[in-house]
């Protein structure tokens, strides 16, 4: 077997039955006096809050952490996390500024939350599972070879010169070092900018320009589903267009020859020349610890950054008591650490909580449609937390891939990333979980830092409902408001945008270098409300149901992309007049791209060729993910009289849905309606 990290003795077996668990996974730094803060550990693992043990519902709780938000968070704060120094202030927010700030003048550091306490107490206890891409080859790694690591990697960066407040990208595959490499920045105190390693060079560089990154942490090659991903390759063509580069680090995933050029670190050497301890930085809790770029309706993708104490405590309290994860339970969340699932629910919230957390660098579909289930049964995970688009996508290959793997260690499953249908629900609760498991849908978002309306079955009794978030989180307040009033919805039955009321401490702080964007994109659509973008609608009984995004933000397969995005890529091609690009309901992917494309007058190029162009463009400056589904050479694009795109109706025709296309009486030329979609009509004929 490949040894993992190269010096470290393997303290482990490779079996889960070989798995020597931790008893205690909660380290309890108290600092007041009183029941809430008494010295006793806590032992999280047997009363769900024992820290307000005289609540007797979840709903009694919920209410106390909207009405006494100070009291609430700041026992956990200090029930939950270790700090070097006390914070004095629980909170000091204002969203109207955008001004969010929690556990003022608190000192902690992350990386010793995550990984010291627990190896501490108990060292052989598994932190992470990495199962990788070829099925049965999974390595194990001890909170004590993780703290190793973590060292050896803080040292590296330190060696180099990397100090704190700087941004670091990584770009790497599902791994241990790649958990390492953002364990070390928060160790250390430098920010770390992750960049989901099947972005194209061109998008790789704009995250990395963005944040001004000097240090680049990637490796040679990635493997996902038996293909070799040339990763290397990539940030080479990436950091030429980056001068702020100064260093990059290459881990060596598959031992491919790549050559090496001036900037370049062999990782593997640095990691295996550096002591094995290091002094944690003492940060401040509102240091960054992370930025994480996502979409959003304009074309530059947005850098939204996390600070360190609020976002862990939420990241922690989230997946402990979303999921009812119980002492010694094997953790099974299935999303890269590039996107923030990985970030909350794969590293901080698991590694917070002392964890076995798996690190999944395959596909649910390699090498069969099995993969989940086989793996499930190999490892026997507990918990299981994955993207609808997966389970729709599994669902068609039928039941028999599920139930020949042995499924029975399965206790939770939950899903995120789009709105879970009501037959993948149903096949996800009676095939996948055999009736036997609670289903969380978890509504959330990268600015939202963890899960924030999910069924939550760690309360008692709790009823959960088919293919709805139903609840909110403690300390979560949602609203509904009507968009075009701007005034809030009361009541049940209602639909419309759904806002956040009350800050809460796992909230986004700003976009990186753009506080501005930040107030303008969140807080001004309704004065000093968080808007988070999608439309929602609330039962009779006062249950959340997510309707969609609002904006021209599209959940492809989970994955999040702005249109302007895809546009601005579109109207560089050299025959492009203009373009408008839409989602319409796509059966595996949630949403598919459609893409209107206005051609200069007098185009001869064949539109194949165009076609082809445009897909060809997509994938180098964005990613294969976001390439259109469809395409139309369009006659024009239904505008108003002052030139606004209505994309109404264009999502009405990339829908098939024409009857429905209301009034376009208001449109500068109505006829184009018609002509758009006869074209429709034929393209889709020929497919
Ligand atoms: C957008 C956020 C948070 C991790 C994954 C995506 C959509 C997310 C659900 C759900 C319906 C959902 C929303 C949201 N979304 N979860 N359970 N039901 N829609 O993070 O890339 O920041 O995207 O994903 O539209 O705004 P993200």
Redesign the pocket.
Known sequence: MKRLILSLPSVLGRGASKLKLRNNANTTTSLQGGREFSDEAVDHSTTPFPEFDSFKTHDELYQFSLNSPEFFWGTLARSRLKWFRDFGQVKDCDLIRGHIRWFLDGQLNVAVNCVDRHAEKNPDSIALIWEKDEPGTQEYVSYRELLQLVCRMSNVLESHGVKRGDRVAIYLPQSPVAVAAMLACARIGAIHNVVFAGFSAEALAGRIIDAQAETVITADQGVRGGKIIELKHVVDEAVQTCPCVKRVFVYQRTGADVPMGKLDINLDKELASQPDTHTPAVLDSEDYLFMLY?SGSTGKPKGIAHTQAGYLLYAGLTMKHVFDYQDKELFGCVADIG???GHSYVVYGPLSNGAATLLFESTPVYPNPGRYWETVERLKLNHLYLAPTALRMLLKSGNSWVTRYDRSSLRKLGC?????NREAWEWFYEVIGEKRCDIC??????ETGGIAITPRPSAPGAEIRPAM?MRPFFGIEPVLMEPQMGTELKGGNVKGALCIKRPWPGMARTIYGDHQRFIDTYYKTYHGLYF???GAYRTQDGYYQ?T??MDDVL?VS?H?LGTAEIEDVIDDLEETAESAVVGFPHEIKGWGIYAFVVLKDEVNTPENEMKEQLKAMVKQRISGFAQPDVIMFAPGLPKTRSGKIMRRILRKIAANQPEELGDVSTLFDPGVVDALAEKHNQITKKS
């Open positions: 996502t996107w923030i699932t995120v990333g789009e709105p879970l849908d978890t509504w959330w978002q990268t978030p988070t973008g999608d997510i969609g995004r959940n989970g999040r």
